[in-house]
């Protein structure tokens, strides 16, 4: 903004994600950030392929729930940092999902490191600790009749714990709480932000929403499987 020019600029809360796309404008202008945006948004839903492969162990669902996915997304992947909050999401639940099919605990490495980039992103970070909780709600559940309870819910524990001190690694520390709740509260920003609106049927993006919950419900129910919590 030219009123702007000359003047320092102070920190933002998600810094990282402007710096990326400006970096990226520096070095090859619009066509390389749109490219990379592509690219990020490509990834993300390569993760979420994955983790429904390792799950399912059918290609074929697999690839129907990415492609649902998708369509629930798509009005969200213009260029912006939420894009990378995709990633992160993903890249933690394809994390989970692969510590569960194998073991391997190096996977529970991932929840936190893509919190750190996320908090410093944008503003849904929450969301990850919300998948982080449902997980652990999860294991308490499974535990409740287990004599190892305590060894089901140490590693859950450890990463959620670890999420919540990546969270702090912000320019606003702690504060960043009450900076949510500031524009959760602010009319301004839920009626002309996308991503900070209440989810309607108004919407297109909210009828795929409402819609994906039906599907999910009815699926859930017509199952011959065992669905785990």
Not at 20 to 26: E, I, K, T
Not at 41 to 48: E, G, R, S
Not at 60 to 89: E, K, M
Not at 142 to 166: C, K, Q, T, Y
Request: net charge positive; glycine share 8%.
């Amino acid at each position: 903004v030219h009123i702007a020019t000359g003047r320092p600029y102070s920190y933002s809360t998600y810094w990282f994600a402007e710096w990326s796309l400006y970096r990226l404008y520096a070095i090859g202008g619009a066509p390389l950030v749109v490219l990379a945006n592509a690219l990020i948004i490509t990834a993300a839903h390569a993760m979420i392929l994955w983790a429904c492969r390792l799950r399912t162990g059918n290609r074929r669902v697999a690839a129907g729930c990415v492609l649902f996915a998708a369509a629930l997304g798509i009005d969200n992947w213009n260029v912006r940092p939420q894009t990378l909050a995709i990633l992160c999401f993903a890249s933690m639940l394809a994390a989970l999902v692969a510590y569960e099919s194998t073991r391997m605990r190096r996977w529970l490495l991932l929840p936190p490191l893509a919190m750190l980039v996320w908090v410093n992103s944008h503003g849904s970070f929450p969301l990850g600790l919300v998948l982080l909780g449902l997980w652990l709600s999860a294991r308490l559940w499974e535990a409740r009749h287990s004599d190892g309870i305590r060894e089901n819910l140490r590693l859950p524990m450890l990463a959620l714990v670890g999420a919540l001190l990546a969270v702090l690694a912000n320019p606003r520390g702690i504060a960043i709480v009450g900076y949510l709740r500031g524009l959760l509260s602010n009319q301004a920003v839920r009626s002309l932000t996308t991503e900070w609106a209440p989810t309607t049927l108004a919407s297109l993006s909210g009828k795929l929403f409402f819609a994906g919950l039906a599907f999910a419900g009815i699926v859930l129910v017509a199952s011959p499987l065992r669905t785990r919590l």
